[in-house]
């Protein structure tokens, strides 16, 4: 019988697979550009309410912040999917909570729908960054991921480092509000002059695979795990070198929520442990 974390890992990806290509050819909700504090746009950059494990289990819901895509939640033929979904349904489950989905839509910003009593918690693949920390309190990683480069099968030729990327012309396509536009900002600060191309917010990182697999644009950054699955149904993807290791994937809370923190971390510790650098979670022994 399949534990939790080899259920969401083989089964719940075969689905997605298969419905994906179709499902999501190029559209996805992310940080939105908008006026306001720093690069993330956030408009409150602390917690205008005060909501923590008591309160949720008083109410019996449990909100999940998370964006529409073939990773994180979707519907297909009226039935609700996605590995982030999955997992936080699982949680509720085990505290008799009932699970409602809030996703950001347009002009949203999914740390300022947290913040404002919106939502519990961000369940959205989010890498662990300093910046994101100045607004959120991160639960333990349930995650180690590497950044990728991503080229078009349509480049001649595909450089193989990011010395040789810096040397080129090829553009790599980018949100500004991505873990990804800061590692490639601290390779050109550190003198490898990257050329950037930025895109709107909206535009998440399967799309802007799709864009690539297309030969829209030529070049992009993915955590390894999207890549691996992606590159699955979309053709014309191609790996390149990776340009950061062992990033943490975890939910985002409210600061003042230490008790909803302590029981995200002891449900994450008791289903997963992380493997080797870049390797997917694996379930405990039970």
Known sequence: MHTLANRLSTGLLSLLLLTAALMFPGCGFQDQEQPSEGRLNVMFPDPQVDRDWADIKESGVLRMITRYSSNTYFLHQGVEWGFEYELVREFAHTHDLALEVVIVGPGENPYDLLNTGQGDLIAGHYTVTPERRNYVQFTRPYNIVNQLLVYSDRLSSKPSSVE??????????????SSYFSR???????G???????????????SLLFDVSRGTYLATVAD????QATSRYM????????IARDDSVAWAIRKNAPDLETQLNRFLYKHFRLGGPGE???ARPS
């Open 184 to 190: 490639l900002q601290e390779l050109r600060n550190d």
């Open 224 to 227: 390894n795990n999207i890549f």
């Open 164 to 177: 040789e990327l810096a040397a080129s012309d090829i553009p790599v396509t980018i949100k500004r509000n």
């Open 192 to 206: 490898r002059e990257v050329s950037l191309q930025m895109v709107p917010g909206e535009k998440d990182t399967e």
């Open 235 to 242: 053709p014309g993807l191609v790996k390149g070198p990776t």
């Open 280 to 282: 997917p979670p694996s």
